[in-house]
């Protein structure tokens, strides 16, 4: 058996959690405890989060990697490479890329929330690789924190997830990440941990507990291509883990491609991350995570090795998509009417092959049509962040409702089933219970903390999860929390009516007018406001009653030389409500779809005209 030599002065980790449980604060304060910030410089709070929708969203979308340095008190200053990774599973390709690049996984968990559904997923992958954890209880000081009880429930994970006995005895260090503090001693709940001042007791485990990187010495290279990027002066830049042997600037090597042809590539530039900045570099060793430039085609999954003898690395695999919608060039009558938006289909199709080369969990396939393309991902919230991007870079689409991607297992239909775990005040059991058995859930376990609050995990189509956030939030009144991971595929459900009202559809097109609106307000929620334009098809509101109705908001009032006494009173509107596009999306119906430009979210009617849709309903109906 050969001897493996260790890189002792390098340590590769990735934290992982749910969202919001306090992952990218914590690598700030590292950052800023192994002096990567210049004194007096500014700096923002979640620096990794450097993408506009992860600043306004408040979740991480894409893996970043950071380096610091730590300095032990024995004097030996050792690298630690930092993977920061989304706690949503609708981003998991994210989080399977960024733990082929580690050897071990910070696994953080909120003192007082505990394990989550999107914790499940992230240690399920982590436990799958073999990797060490070292769990980081965090947010000790929150009034309602409940570090035992959350131990305890992530050692119950840990079991359930089926891990082996050396996996269960993790280390675990409690801290308050936005202070910059950590212990190896469990505070009481709501309290600062006091025998600590900084996080050098989390950074002495980390080292204690992942292992240094191991090679082959004299091994050819090889090197991992898992993530991409792209620089203004050097072009694509393909992220990559050294596994063996060694990688210098200018070299020749050998390109493994994923269809299996290998070709030689000279490497003109190396880079390697110190703190947020990639720093060029003469050479770079097994363990170390590199940005090379000088292979414009290259894909996530290949492999550099050595010219002289190319070995392959297995390619990367992740988790099929469970979430399709249909997106297309805009096909409405105001479309082009934004300077500068980008309308063909030509244009739509380069940029989703684009996101193809570096989101390894999508999939773009082509339908009937040649302007639209059927879009499949881990879920609602990955596609509709897509699309968000497109309308941010002056694209026009039309999106479809999301579908799932149904399979055949042993001959049957079979859709995704989601676990979602819901925490809300008691008070609102019956109605979260009425709006999940409607939509085809089944509760699996329900916990009372003796708080007021309850926790619930119930089994779900994917389908039914489509358009349920608004209602869930409506009907806890905006208290309620939900959360939901890929589960299983279960044979289909049937059919499932997630939305009790119809749409008002306006019947012409012109401007609305405030005194058609005021007019059409008792008949529902209105979208729009006065002076909007609007078209044949387009949904101006939600109608309160089941069916649709065609309305005139256009309708100007009759103007005559009579006066009357009440004939001039001021006409009171009701504010509309304004839709987001993931809020646009959910309320789709089958027959609807929504028109995305750079300046609006609109939803409109599939066919326009009002005639054509009443014959296409008869002929059904038949």
């Known amino acids: 058996m050969e001897v493996m030599a260790q890189r002792t002065d390098l340590r590769n980790v990735a934290i992982i959690a749910h969202v919001d449980h306090g992952k990218t604060t914590l690598v700030d304060a590292m950052l800023r405890q192994a002096g990567a910030f210049r004194e007096g410089a500014a700096v923002d709070d979640r620096v990794m989060d450097s993408m506009d929708l992860e600043r306004e969203k408040g979740i991480t979308i894409l893996a970043k990697n950071t380096a610091v340095q730590h300095r032990t008190p024995q004097g030996q200053d050792i690298t630690i490479n930092i993977i920061d990774t989304p706690g949503h599973a609708d981003f998991g390709g994210e989080v399977e890329r960024g733990l082929t690049m580690v050897d071990g996984v910070v696994l953080l968990v909120d003192a007082s929330e505990g394990p989550l559904p999107q914790t499940r997923f992230v240690l399920r992958k982590a436990l799958a690789a073999r990797m060490p954890i070292v769990l980081v209880i965090n947010k000790v000081d929150r009034p ?29 260090v409690y801290a308050c990440a936005r202070d910059g503090i950590a212990s190896l001693t469990e505070p009481a709940n709501g309290e600062v941990p006091s025998d600590s001042r900084d996080l050098m007791p989390l950074f002495e485990t980390l080292l204690s507990t992942i292992p ?10 090889q090197a991992h291509v898992t993530n991409l990027d792209a620089s203004p002066f050097l072009g694509r830049l393909a992220l990559c883990r050294v596994r063996q042997g060694e990688i210098r600037k200018g070299q020749t090597v050998a390109w493994c491609r994923t269809d299996g042809s290998i070709g030689n590539v000279r490497i003109s530039e190396l880079l390697m991350t110190e703190a947020l900045e990639r ?10 995570i590199i940005a090379v430039a000088g292979i ?50 030509r244009m739509v199709k380069d940029r989703l092959d684009k996101e193809l080369v570096g989101n390894v969990s999508l999939r773009v396939l082509d339908t009937e049509r040649p302007d639209a393309w059927e879009v499949q991902g881990r879920g609602e919230l990955a596609l509709a962040i897509l699309v968000e991007q497109m309308r941010r870079e002056n694209y026009e689409l039309t999106v479809g409702k999301p579908q799932v991607v149904t399979r055949e297992v042993d001959g049957r239909r079979c859709e995704p089933v989601e676990r979602l775990t819901i925490d809300a005040p008691e008070e609102y059991l019956g109605a979260i ?11 699996e376990q329900m916990i009372n903390h003796g708080t007021g609050w309850i926790r619930m995990e119930w089994l779900i189509p994917a389908r039914g999860l489509i358009g349920f956030r608004t209602e869930f939030l409506t009907d806890t009144r905006g208290t309620g929390i939900a959360h939901h991971v890929f589960e299983s595929y279960e044979p289909w459900f049937g059919d499932i009516r997630t939305r009790q009202s119809g749409s008002l559809v306006a019947d012409r097109s012109g401007v609305a007018s405030s005194y058609a609106m005021f007019n059409l307000q008792e008949r529902g929620t209105l979208f729009v406001e006065p002076t909007t334009e609007v078209y044949e098809g387009m949904i101006v509101g ?14 100007e009032k009759k103007l005559t030389n009579v006066r009357s006494s009440t004939g001039e009173e001021l006409e009171r509107l009701i504010p509309p409500r304004r839709l987001s596009l993931e809020q646009a999306l959910e309320f789709c119906r089958e027959d609807e779809c929504v028109e995305v430009t750079p300046v609006a979210v609109r939803i409109r009617k599939v066919v326009l005209e009002a005639k054509q849709r009443e014959r296409s309903r008869r002929l059904g109906a038949r």
Do not use: H, W
């Open 144 to 172: 309602d924190a409940r570090i035992k009880e959350v131990v305890d429930e992530t050692y119950e994970l840990f079991l359930d997830l089926d891990a082996d006995e050396s996996q269960i005895d993790f280390p675990i």
């Open 212 to 221: 240094a990187p191991e090679y082959e010495e004299g091994a050819p290279l």
């Open 279 to 288: 720093k060029s570099a003469e050479k770079a060793g097994p363990g170390d």
């Open 296 to 345: 414009p085609e290259i894909m996530i999954g290949e492999t550099l090795a050595d010219a002289e003898n190319p070995v392959p690395l297995p390619l990367i695999t992740v988790d099929e998509p469970a979430i399709s919608m249909t997106i297309g060039t805009n096909t409405s009558p105001l479309t082009g009417k934004v300077k500068g938006a980008k309308v063909t289909a």
């Open 433 to 443: 219970t009425q709006l999940l058995a409607t939509r085809k859930g089944r509760m």
């Open 542 to 555: 939600e109608n309160s009653r089941a069916d649709d109705m065609d309305v005139n908001i256009c309708k």
